[in-house]
């Protein structure tokens, strides 16, 4: 009794631990969004992260327990070895307690499968009803379909199969350590009901296979089997059919095989499955093969002009290209243009101690006076502290020497911070130094890619390979605030304008004003034995913005007026 009590303490004591570890890491992370303005992509992130856990987890705990489960039945008792003095005898382990350990070995497998799933921004694409009112020409799908949908159906499908394959090879391996499944001299023998349970787990695996071939019709799209990646005649008029027909003898197979394992005919399962290997090989493999080698050239590239002339056409909305910078893009298989901007060498010489924010940036700061507007939670007191302090594991916080209206700057790394805001953006390769007046930005260019739109060419853009990669947005790290600005494109692309659309703070209407008058180097004010020129350059600007302001009242255009109104102050401050 004692050894019990004891061992529930300890049980007690971790699920507190560990609890309270994880609400004090969902409210940091909740007023750390709200502090950012971002209060809808949190809410939207937690939905998704419930959904994709949540359904993720009752799955595989389930269809774990159920197999676990049948195998326990057909077992029927555990008898383990027990010794009363000298005596020794067998001990059957009771039922609940086999049942106990069914449902915790379930519950470590759905664990040990958690890192499979779906990461919730695939969800969150998906579910963003993105049109580009484009089909493609064989499917007639929106290519939103490839672009949103397609990415969390495959990640959707790899997680199913790792779970169904780990799960029936933990079945089969349960089953050799009993009578019911046992090799003897004339060949494989197993009970029925270990055949009827494997003949399930059987055509379970065949309808996720089944499944594949879905995948992979898509997949001759965006990679075909033509020369780089084409998608050719071959494609379209043979393996895209003979992938429809093997998807209906897979489901076929799956039906075969259940009936017939529950009913014994293990032969007739054997042929089924069979059937579908070789068919499966004949139509990926050796009917492309013979297709290709028994049409001459001539025909072959008459065939495959149409083709390319297609792909030519969706390489080009791919990436917003005219002929020639396809053509050189073609070239160079990456384009600096669209991978990122360049940096320089002010950039690479500033004082990082300065900054609140900056690329590679770590841990946590605690602003104890801050005298900005700083991008980051107020500390507060009682359990709003207590929380934070568990969160980030810095139990300083917790001193009365840190006064409660302290900010606490957490993600400071320039991509990370940028990555939290808009996590479905692809971004740039360089982290550019820039200059507002004397304030200094982090700019990071953003851009909506795929790796899944349709019948476009290839290319390693932005360290990936990528078939559609149009630019979104500018970021802008304000260094002393730790403030995310994002200027929109001012024509995004569908996934973009989708994007911003659902979440309005993920564009701010004064970042393209800024990001325009962004210089590389910081303003210097201007001496009083400056010269004629200086002063003239200085009344230039002052005229130049003044006249903008004049433009935007006269057109009524608030915004434009506010971000000139700002240049102008920033201008005239070093003045005074």
């Known amino acids: 009794m004692p050894r019990r009590r004891l061992l529930v303490g300890v049980v007690i004591a971790a699920v507190l631990l560990v609890g309270g570890r994880a609400l004090s890491t969902l409210y940091a992370d909740y007023t750390w969004y709200g502090a950012m303005g971002a209060g809808p992509l949190w809410s939207e992130r937690a939905g998704d992260l419930l959904l994709i856990y949540g359904i993720g987890w009752v799955v595989a705990v389930l269809l774990s327990f159920v197999n676990l489960f049948v195998i326990g039945r057909s077992i029927g008792s555990l008898t383990l070895p027990r010794r009363l003095a000298n005596v020794e005898f067998g001990e059957a382990v009771p039922r609940k307690y086999l049942d106990r350990f069914t449902f915790i070995l379930s519950i470590a497998i759905a664990a040990a499968l958690t890192p499979a799933l779906p990461n919730w921004t695939l969800l969150a694409l998906a579910r963003l009803r993105v049109t580009f009112r484009e089909t493609d020409p064989y499917f007639q799908h929106d290519l939103a379909f490839y ?143 013979v297709v290709r080698r028994f049409t001459s050239k001539t025909v072959q590239l008459s065939r495959e002009r149409s083709y390319v002339a297609t792909r030519a056409d969706f390489t080009r909305r791919a990436y917003a290209l005219n002929t020639s910078s396809s053509e050189a893009l073609r070239r160079s298989a990456v384009s600096p243009a669209l991978d990122s901007v360049s940096s320089n060498a002010t950039g690479q010489q500033l004082p990082r101690q300065d900054s609140l924010v900056y690329p590679g940036a770590r841990g946590l700061v605690v602003v104890s006076d801050p005298q900005l507007d700083l991008a980051g939670p107020r500390l507060g007191d009682g359990l709003s502290r207590l929380a934070y302090a568990w969160a980030y ?67 390693v853009l932005a360290g990936e390979e990528r078939s559609y990669f149009l630019h979104a947005a500018t970021a802008l790290v304000n260094a002393r605030t730790a403030r995310v600005m994002i200027a929109a494109d001012p024509a995004p ?63 009524a255009d608030l915004k434009a007026f506010g971000i000139a109104y700002d240049s102008l102050g920033a201008l005239i401050a070093p003045h005074k």
């Open 147 to 289: 672009t949103t949908w397609l990415p969390f159906e495959k990640a959707l499908y790899s997680w199913a199969m790792l779970l169904v394959v780990s799960v029936s090879v933990l079945v089969v391996i349960l089953y050799s350590l009993t009578p019911g499944l046992r090799w003897e001299g004339v060949g494989l023998r197993m009970s029925a009901r270990v055949r009827r349970h494997l003949s399930v787990l059987a055509a379970l695996l065949l309808l996720i296979t089944m499944w594949s071939y879905r995948l992979e019709s898509y997949d001759l799209l965006i990679r075909g089997s033509g020369d780089e990646g084409v998608f050719s005649y071959v494609d379209h008029q043979w393996l895209l059919p003979g992938l429809l027909l093997l998807s209906i003898a897979t489901a076929a197979a799956a039906i075969t095989v259940l009936l017939s394992g529950w009913t014994g005919q293990l032969r007739t399962s054997f042929v089924a499955v069979t059937v579908v290997v070789i068919l499966s090989v004949a139509v990926q493999e050796i009917v492309p093969l």
């Open 393 to 459: 594991q810095s139990f300083d916080l917790l001193s009365d020497s840190v006064p409660r209206r302290a900010r606490l700057i957490a993600v400071r790394d320039v991509r990370n911070r940028v990555h939290q805001l808009a996590p479905i953006f692809t971004q740039g390769s360089m982290v550019e130094p820039m200059f507002h007046a004397d304030t200094l930005y982090w700019k990071l260019e953003l851009y909506s890619a795929s790796s899944n739109y349709p019948l476009s060419q290839h290319f």
């Open 493 to 555: 692309d569908p996934i973009a304008q989708a994007w911003m659309t659902a979440f309005p703070n993920s564009a701010d209407y004064r970042a393209p004003g800024i990001a325009r008058e962004l210089n590389t180097a910081p303003w210097e004010p201007v001496s009083a034995e400056s010269g004629l020129a200086t002063d003239s350059t200085f009344r230039a600007a002052v005229t130049r913005l003044y006249n903008r302001m004049r433009a935007a009242l006269a057109a």
